[in-house]
Structures are given as structure tokens and as C-alpha cells.
């Protein structure tokens, strides 16, 4: 199932994008999509019947924003320095294990609202990411295959960074990483059974029309069930928390002076295989 948000923000209802790409209203069957009917296989079972029976009233998406396709995020784990190509191109060492910090969750964002470029920026950043949205309360899981089962399914992240307050200002890179907007999520959560192999997706990025990241999933140095295994031994993963797998090469950061970061008015779009696609503004915070 391909699970959306839709509305003014603050205000979103559910809804479904069924096979024929029509938008259809889940309010009637679900109060909303977080964590609580992730765990919920009855609800979830409600949602799959209502749709197959062709039961849910249509939506008219003519000008309805889109937001983030998941309420009330508990935590963004976020996985640094996770491509092999994006490894390279910054001239760092694979890590020999997941390198690991965290977004709030007030960063995120529709798939289509303003990003705002913090004051005093001159190093904001693009990077195309893999959100994995879990569906099971994991803790200590033994295996990548027991993992992926803990899965309830993926979006399209884009993991907006400031890299001068990340690297050049002292401290962790959570300066970097925390801004206002920096995290648009969506424009769907995509149920696991959708994707049955999560290291053969495409990701890719433009700014204003050209072609910045071209990746693959494959090139993940540490894969999705791994991912999510090694996170659980060291904090308890509950359902609707989220998990930025890490992003390809392409980044502003990896080019040839004078790097080309993002300024006010650049526009970005990203999209990964089969869980649609985001495109932003860029504006003056």
C-alpha cells in the first residue's frame, strides 16, 4: 500500500494511493498513519479490505498539499557515511561500524513544502536518502532477516544538511542536521511487502533540472536489515520511529571547489524507485 497525509500542515488526514495512482480518503477507516496503526495488523488488515473492495471515497488532488505521510515521529535515526561511492568521492574510510546520529522530528517536513536556508549559511546541503519506518518494537534483534520482519515500510527522505555548522563550528554534527525543515519526508509510506528487495533501488537528486546523485541502494556499506539490527542493540526501536539509511554520492560537499550548496531560490527535486517523489524551494529562513 502506498499511505499518504494529505492537507493544510498540522491538519493532514489520511489517505491511500491505490493501484490506478487514485487518491483515495482513509478517514473514514483510520484515524491517522503513525506508529500506533503500524502495530496494528487488525487495522492495517481493515485498510488492505477497504481498499480491494474499492470502498474508499475518492479525494480531488487538485491543489491538496501533500504532507509528511507518517504523524507523530518518536525518533529519525540517521546513518552517516553509509555509500561506498559517497565514501570515495569525500575521500573518507569506509566506517567499520554504522555511524550514527539524530534529527528531531520537528525538522520534518512535507515532500513539497519550503525548505528554509538557516541564517548565516553558506554550506546548506542536499542529500537523497532511504527512510525506513518501523512497525515493530525493536530491541537486541539477532539477525538482518529478523530485522527486516520488524520493518513496516519506506519513503523518500531528504536529509537537508548545513555542512559548516556540521563539521566546521565544534562539537557533534547535530548542528548541521536539526535546522527548521530540514527533513521532508515522503510523499508516501510504502508498505514493506511493496518492496521486496530493499538494496535494488534507484535514488536520485537534481537542483534546478540537473542531475546531481544517480545511486543505488546496492552501494549501502551497511544494508537496510543490518541497519536496523545494529541499531536495536544500543536503543529500543518503537513503531513509527524512522531511520535515514545514508546517502549516495553527488553531494554539494563531494564536489570540486567552489562547491555548489544550495542558496535561496534553487530548487531540488529527488525521488527513489516506486516511493514517488519531493520537490522543493529553497528560501531565506
Known amino acids: 500500500m502506498k499511505l499518504l497525509r494529505v492537507g493544510t500542515a498540522g491538519a493532514e488526514t489520511p489517505a491511500l494511493l491505490d493501484a490506478d495512482g487514485v487518491l483515495r480518503d482513509l478517514s473514514g477507516v483510520v484515524p491517522d498513519i503513525d506508529g500506533a496503526l503500524l502495530a496494528d495488523d487488525a487495522s492495517l488488515g481493515r485498510v488492505r479490505a477497504a481498499a480491494a473492495a474499492g470502498e474508499l471515497p475518492v479525494l480531488d488532488a487538485a491543489g491538496l498539499r501533500v504532507g509528511p505521510p507518517l504523524a507523530r515521529i518518536g525518533k529519525i535515526v540517521c546513518i552517516g557515511l553509509n555509500y561506498h561511492d559517497h565514501a570515495r568521492e569525500t575521500g573518507a574510510e569506509p566506517p567499520a561500524e554504522p555511524v550514527i546520529f539524530f534529527k528531531?522530528?520537528?525538522?520534518?517536513?512535507?515532500?513539497?513544502?519550503?525548505?528554509?536556508?538557516?541564517?548565516?549559511?553558506?554550506?546548506?546541503?542536499?542529500?537523497?536518502?532511504?527512510?525506513?519506518?518501523?512497525?515493530?518494537?525493536?530491541?537486541?534483534?539477532?539477525?538482518?532477516?529478523?530485522?527486516?520482519?520488524?520493518?513496516?515500510?519506506?519513503?523518500?527522505?531528504?536529509?537537508?544538511?548545513?555542512?559548516?555548522?556540521?563539521?566546521?563550528?565544534?562539537?557533534?554534527?547535530?548542528?548541521?542536521?536539526?535546522?527548521?525543515?530540514?527533513?521532508?519526508?515522503?510523499?508516501?509510506?510504502?508498505?514493506?511487502?511493496?518492496?521486496?528487495?530493499?538494496?535494488?533501488?534507484?535514488?536520485?537528486?537534481?537542483?534546478?533540472?540537473?542531475?546531481?546523485?544517480?545511486?543505488?541502494?546496492?552501494?549501502?556499506?551497511?544494508?537496510?536489515?543490518?541497519?536496523?539490527?545494529?541499531?536495536?542493540q544500543f536503543m529500543t526501536l518503537y513503531p513509527g520511529d524512522v531511520i535515514n539509511t545514508g546517502t549516495p554520492a553527488g553531494v554539494a560537499f563531494g564536489k570540486p571547489e567552489p562547491k555548489p550548496y544550495l542558496r535561496a531560490g534553487d530548487v531540488v527535486e529527488l525521488e527513489i524507485d516506486g516511493l514517488g517523489r519531493q520537490r522543493q524551494e529553497f528560501k531565506d529562513a
Request: aromatic residues 8%.
Open 104 to 232: 528531531a522530528a520537528d525538522t520534518v517536513v512535507g515532500p513539497h513544502d519550503t525548505v528554509l536556508v538557516p541564517r548565516g549559511s553558506v554550506k546548506t546541503d542536499w542529500e537523497v536518502e532511504l527512510a525506513i519506518v518501523i512497525g515493530r518494537t525493536s530491541r537486541y534483534l539477532e539477525s538482518a532477516g529478523e530485522a527486516l520482519a520488524h520493518v513496516a515500510g519506506y519513503a523518500v527522505s531528504h536529509d537537508v544538511s548545513e555542512r559548516e555548522f556540521q563539521m566546521d563550528r565544534g562539537g557533534t554534527w547535530d548542528k548541521g542536521k536539526n535546522c527548521e525543515t530540514f527533513n521532508p519526508l515522503g510523499p508516501w509510506l510504502v508498505t514493506a511487502d511493496e518492496v521486496p528487495d530493499p538494496q535494488k533501488l534507484g535514488l536520485r537528486l537534481w537542483v534546478n533540472g540537473d542531475l546531481k546523485q544517480d545511486g543505488t541502494t546496492a552501494e549501502q556499506i551497511f544494508p537496510v536489515g543490518e541497519v536496523v539490527r545494529y541499531v536495536s
